[in-house]
């Protein structure tokens, strides 16, 4: 009985951080070489590159740090500053 109790207050503990896992990789740098250049993809599917610089020159598709999100994104904002975007 002890076991089952705790193995039932485990699950509600990890259910409790899904939110925050799921969420954690909605925003980041890619700028290049110290460049101040950052990405948001919000709740409703806008990816947004802002800030001065380049981005990063992403050699392959799964290192974009928004690779795991890409089914979501229906719409992409490169803001004045961004001099030059990745390919892969």
């Known amino acids: 009985m002890k076991k089952k109790f705790l193995s039932v ?3 509600l503990f990890m259910l409790s951080f899904m939110p925050v896992i ?3 990789a909605s925003s ?3 700028g290049a070489d110290g460049d101040n250049v950052t990405w948001m993809l919000d709740d409703a599917g806008t ?3 802002s800030g001065t610089g ?4 992403y050699r392959s598709s799964y290192n974009i740090p928004w690779y795991g ?3 979501s994104i229906t ?3 490169i803001e004045e500053g961004v001099t030059s975007i ?3």
């Open 28 to 30: 980041g740098n890619c």
């Open 75 to 77: 719409n992409v904002i």
């Open 54 to 57: 380049d981005m990063e020159d």
């Open 22 to 24: 799921a969420n954690a």
């Open 47 to 49: 990816l947004t590159i």
């Open 86 to 88: 990745s390919c892969c």
């Open 9 to 11: 207050v485990f699950v």
């Open 69 to 71: 999100s890409r089914s």
